[in-house]
Structures are given as C-alpha cells and as structure tokens.
C-alpha cells in the first residue's frame, strides 16, 4: 500500500508523475514552463492528461548555471501554493535535494519531496518527517547534486541499488517518516551509464521485490537516448517501450514529460494484467 496525500493505492495502481520544470535551462523543455503562467497552464494540462501526481522543480539536474537555495526556494514555494490552492485534488511532489527547500515547500502544501540524488542532504528525510510528507529515496551512486558520471564501476548495479535505496528508506521510516509514504528509485542515468540504467531496467522486478513501492524516471534519458541511437526529441517511443517493460514488472509510480501517451500504455499494461477492464469491449459480444 502506498499512501500519498492521505489516498491509499494498492500495489497494482499505476501513477503518472508530471514534470513542471520552473526552470529556464531545462533538458528537454529549455525552459518552455518556468514562467509562472506557462508552467500552471502546464499543470492543469496534465492533469486534465490524467496525471495523479505533478512533480515541481527548481533546478535541472544536469550541470549548469549556479542555482542557490534562496532561488530554488523563489522558484518554487509560491507556485506550490499557487498549485495547491486551484488543483486541490492533485498530489503535489517537489523535486529538491535541499533540506531548507523542503521545509518551504511543504509548508506551502506539498505532499511529497522527491529526492533524485540519494540522501546528499540528511535532513530532507528529517523534514519529510516534520512535515508527515512522503519521500522518493532515489539511488545516484553517491555522486553530488548535478554532476555526470564519469566511468562509474558497480561490481553489481542492481546490488548497490538495493542497498542504498533500502537503507535510505529504512532510515527516513526511523526518522518518523510513515513506512507507507516512503518509495524508493533505481535513479537510471543518475551515477550510472547506458548499460547500467538497462540492466536495471529488466530486473526491476528484484527491486520490487523489496516491498517498497518503486518510482521510474525514465522520460526521454540518455539510456534510452544511446540504446536507439537517437536525439533528445525522438526518444518517446524508447521511452513508452521502456515504461512498458517496467510497468509489467511491478512499478508503480512513472515520472513522466508525455502524460497522455504514458497515461494509454499504462492503461494497456493494466488491461493485459487483468487489473483494469477494457473501456469499451464490444467485439465478439455482439
């Protein structure tokens, strides 16, 4: 059972996680919503796509442009309040690695604190707790915040990820955060190279063995990127076919750019498990 904003979903639930980048430099937008109009108008339209979940950032995680607390805050904190005020029914995720920018956001209204880079700052877990908020403990290999790997080593990267991610979430739950708020990430491209994210990738099922409710970032990344061959803007089909593999498996939460095509395959993965009707089955009935 995951619980997020005081809703319970089972295991075979399968969540869309919106991106709302309030940022100028950002991969794969360049910045198309980091005005504070564009980026609500992107909120409501994909929630209208069918997205539970709208996943707020502050900072693009690839290297660039010095971005501080203060400016992260700046960024975000109104327009969570903004979000929470004209979409009270959606569940309002925060992507930040900053224990002062937590505590900010959710005191504006955020449900959940999406940590991409693996516990960097201690406290976050410590806020999540404060603040009765649910966290994603992601696995990043131990590199800084917004930093590339370089010829990163696992002697066995799916081993590292358990251990990191499950270490992590077993201390937030020490710390007072709810066992059933806490999911966890195998972070692919995060501290790790092509054949890493892909390896993971098909074992994700170990992951979800854990019992942890398990979250996939893999809109448009550069695993899907060098596995085709193929630039920043024609990674979708990559990227559904990855969410596909993932989705049967056993994830339940998928952070995603492309809201409606992701909202149909994981309606597909549902219906071909058995744990969502067709919409509409009239053939051969008739």
């Given at each position: 059972?995951?619980?997020?904003?005081?809703?319970?979903?089972?295991?075979?639930?399968?969540?869309?996680?919106?991106?709302?980048?309030?940022?100028?430099?950002?991969?794969?937008?360049?910045?198309?919503?980091?005005?504070?109009?564009?980026?609500?108008?992107?909120?409501?339209?994909?929630?209208?796509?069918?997205?539970?979940?709208?996943?707020?950032?502050?900072?693009?995680?690839?290297?660039?442009?010095?971005?501080?607390?203060?400016?992260?805050?700046?960024?975000?904190?109104?327009?969570?309040?903004?979000?929470?005020?004209?979409?009270?029914?959606?569940?309002?995720?925060?992507?930040?690695?900053?224990?002062?920018?937590?505590?900010?956001?959710?005191?504006?209204?955020?449900?959940?604190?999406?940590?991409?880079?693996?516990?960097?700052?201690?406290?976050?877990?410590?806020?999540?707790?404060?603040?009765?908020?649910?966290?994603?403990?992601?696995h990043a290999g131990g590199v800084q915040p917004r930093t590339r790997p370089h010829r990163i080593f696992y002697d066995d990267?799916?081993?590292d990820v358990l251990s990191r991610t499950v270490d992590l979430a077993e201390r937030a739950v020490a710390l007072g955060v709810?066992?059933?708020?806490?999911?966890?990430?195998?972070?692919?491209?995060?501290?790790?190279?092509?054949?890493?994210?892909?390896?993971?990738?098909?074992?994700?099922?170990?992951?979800?063995?854990?019992?942890?409710?398990?979250?996939?970032s893999l809109s448009n990344k550069d695993f899907v990127g060098e596995a085709l061959d193929l630039p920043l803007d024609q990674?979708?089909?990559?990227?559904?076919?990855?969410?596909?593999?993932?989705?049967?498996?056993?994830?339940?939460?998928?952070?995603?750019?492309?809201?409606?095509?992701?909202?149909?395959?994981?309606?597909?993965?549902?219906?071909?498990?058995?744990?969502?009707?067709?919409?509409?089955?009239?053939?051969?009935?008739?």
């Amino acid at each position: 059972m995951l619980e997020l904003a005081g809703r319970g979903f089972d295991s075979d639930a399968l969540l869309i996680m919106a991106i709302v980048n309030r940022t100028p430099d950002s991969f794969y937008d360049r910045g198309a919503t980091y005005a504070f109009d564009k980026a609500l108008e992107r909120v409501a339209e994909v929630v209208a796509a069918g997205a539970e979940i709208v996943d707020i950032g502050g900072v693009k995680a690839a290297p660039g442009d010095e971005v501080d607390a203060a400016e992260e805050i700046r960024r975000t904190v109104d327009f969570v309040a903004r979000v929470r005020a004209e979409f009270p029914d959606v569940i309002i995720s925060v992507d930040t690695w900053r224990h002062e920018v937590a505590r900010e956001v959710c005191a504006a209204g955020a449900d959940v604190l999406n940590d991409a880079w693996g516990g960097y700052d201690p406290r976050l877990a410590e806020v999540a707790a404060e603040f009765d908020a649910a966290l994603v403990c992601t696995h990043a290999g131990g590199v800084q915040p917004r930093t590339r790997p370089h010829r990163i080593f696992y002697d066995d990267v799916l081993a590292d990820v358990l251990s990191r991610t499950v270490d992590l979430a077993e201390r937030a739950v020490a710390l007072g955060v709810s066992r059933r708020r806490v999911m966890i990430d195998p972070g692919h491209d995060f501290g790790k190279n092509t054949w890493h994210s892909l390896e993971l990738t098909r074992r994700l099922a170990e992951m979800v063995a854990t019992g942890w409710p398990v979250l996939v970032s893999l809109s448009n990344k550069d695993f899907v990127g060098e596995a085709l061959d193929l630039p920043l803007d024609q990674r979708l089909l990559g990227t559904l076919a990855a969410t596909a593999i993932c989705a049967w498996q056993g994830a339940m939460v998928f952070r995603a750019h492309n809201v409606a095509e992701t909202r149909q395959v994981l309606d597909m993965v549902a219906a071909i498990r058995g744990s969502q009707p067709p919409r509409r089955a009239v053939r051969g009935l008739a």
